[in-house]
């Protein structure tokens, strides 16, 4: 995906859940929806980091320190590594670049062993970040961090608003392409200490908090 899909696809989401945030008793997914989405928390591995425009990466080879180097990748995607050129970085794990470059040097240096290590991920600056939104004193936008519950996202964004509708709160979480509602009872995990809705948060999570119909 594009860096300028990936954006419009999080500013269509954006509207999309600011208008829903703004109705109490919205309905929420399928319970086959709910269930697939809340099963991806239970991952106790995360997908492999897949390399992007604006990242950068520090390249090591090994008793080389002349052909080591620390480069962003281009908006073309590439890198420029030396002796070899440039090389497809955009859209590959750290460790394929590697085994790239590797297999480029030993035509000039015997049996390289070549590191690549992300220093910067520029390009999930939005994708892995968490939010919550409507009725709080502080709608946020954070970076994700393991072990995040959607009472951690209220708590940071400094509680709710007197007018918000806790108990008709919604979670939304994107998954295969679509975005899965999932009800969430703030206000049972407030006051009665009922936790079975607090859910860990995943990147690109949503809390929305509606404000109450009068």
Request: hydrophobic share 40%; net charge negative.
């Amino acid at each position: 995906m594009t860096p300028f899909y990936r954006a419009f696809s999080v500013a269509v989401s954006f509207l999309a859940i600011g208008l829903l945030a703004g109705c109490a008793s919205n309905p929420g997914s399928s319970p086959e929806k709910i269930q697939q989405a809340l099963n991806m928390s239970g991952d106790s591995q995360r997908d492999p980091y897949i390399l992007g425009v604006t990242d950068v990466v520090s390249v090591s080879v090994w008793r080389n320190p002349d052909l080591s180097s620390s480069v962003p990748i281009r908006p073309d995607g590439m890198i420029s590594v030396p002796l070899v050129g440039d090389v497809q970085a955009a859209g590959r794990t750290p460790e394929a670049l590697a085994d790239t470059i590797e297999e480029s040097l030993s035509a000039y240096i015997r049996e390289p062993q070549v590191s690549v290590v992300v220093t910067s991920m520029g390009s999930t600056e939005f994708t892995d970040r968490v939010r919550v939104t409507g009725a709080v004193a502080q709608p946020m936008s954070v970076p994700y961090r393991d072990g995040m519950t959607v009472l951690d996202m209220l708590l940071s964004a400094g509680g709710a608003n007197p007018f918000a509708d806790l108990n008709d709160a919604m979670l939304y979480r994107p998954m295969n392409g679509e975005v899965v509602a999932i009800p969430v009872k703030l206000d049972d995990i407030l006051t009665e200490g009922d936790i079975k809705t607090n859910y860990t948060m995943r990147p690109g999570d949503i809390l929305a908090v509606p404000e109450r119909n009068f």
